[in-house]
């Protein structure tokens, strides 16, 4: 099957810019998932979609990070503006169940973000 | 509370050896415990999971340890192969959102030839 698609693959901006990711999960995964990776680190959940409906977006920071999943498939994540801190490999991940267990996560390969 | 503590940051193992990965969580209220596989460039890769009712899963040469009263566990590679080299993840998540992922920090591993 095929999986998670993102794009750009990378993308370089100045601080202050605006940027957009495009995430398109894997067909029939109804839960979405945005995750924040800095280098070094593990990733930081940002935004949990179940369907077209926000699930959890406690750790988004919405004074610059908006995300939406329009009609429940394709999903966008946008910064504006960005900062510094922002640099980062966002993670776009599509769940389905693992065998009872709990939910079996389905990464793409990211959108590296460097902020100058 | 949140938090998943995870040792070693890096670790050097020869061909055939054994890979060793402890990871160590406070909020008792984790429910399902997974280990991810990232290989540069690419998004973590679910590799094997664990609920706390059971002590060890293994899966081929990956296993995972569980110590529920020390709130701990650890993911033991046996034969370890130089293609193991990658990064590995801890996480933790609650019972009703196993998809809120809390990870690690991380272990990168070196399978030397």
């Known amino acids: 099957e095929a999986g998670v698609a993102q794009s750009p693959r990378y993308k370089i901006i100045e601080k202050r810019q605006s940027v957009a990711f495009w995430c398109n999960p894997i067909?029939?995964?109804?839960?979405l998932y945005w995750y924040q990776q800095i280098l070094g680190q593990g990733p930081k959940l940002l935004i949990q979609f179940q369907n077209n409906g926000v699930v959890d977006d406690s750790q988004l920071p919405k004074d610059r990070f908006s995300a939406e999943r329009l009609k429940g498939v394709d999903s966008t994540l946008k910064i504006q503006p960005a900062k510094l801190e922002d640099s980062a490999v966002y993670l776009c991940?599509?769940?389905?169940?693992?065998?009872?267990?709990?939910?079996?996560?389905?990464f793409g390969s990211g959108t590296q973000l460097s902020v100058l | 509370q949140q938090q998943v503590k995870q040792s070693p940051q890096s670790l050097i193992v020869q061909k055939g050896g054994i890979s060793i990965i402890n990871c160590a969580y406070e909020n008792t209220a984790f429910d399902y415990f997974p280990w991810y596989q990232q290989f540069p460039g690419k998004g973590p890769a679910l590799l094997i999971a664990?609920?706390?009712?059971?002590s060890e899963k293994k899966e081929g040469r990956f296993t995972i340890s569980f110590n529920k009263s020390a709130k701990q566990f650890s993911l033991h590679i046996m034969d370890s192969q130089p293609g193991d080299s990658a990064t590995y993840f801890c996480?933790?998540?609650?019972?009703?959102?196993?998809?809120?992922?809390?990870f690690g920090q991380g272990t990168t591993l070196q399978v030397k030839p």
């Open positions: 991940a599509s769940s389905d169940s693992d065998r009872g267990l709990g939910e079996k996560l389905f």
């Open positions: 664990i609920r706390p009712d059971v």
């Open positions: 067909s029939g995964h109804a839960t």
């Open positions: 996480a933790a998540s609650i019972a009703g959102n196993t998809g809120k992922l809390i």
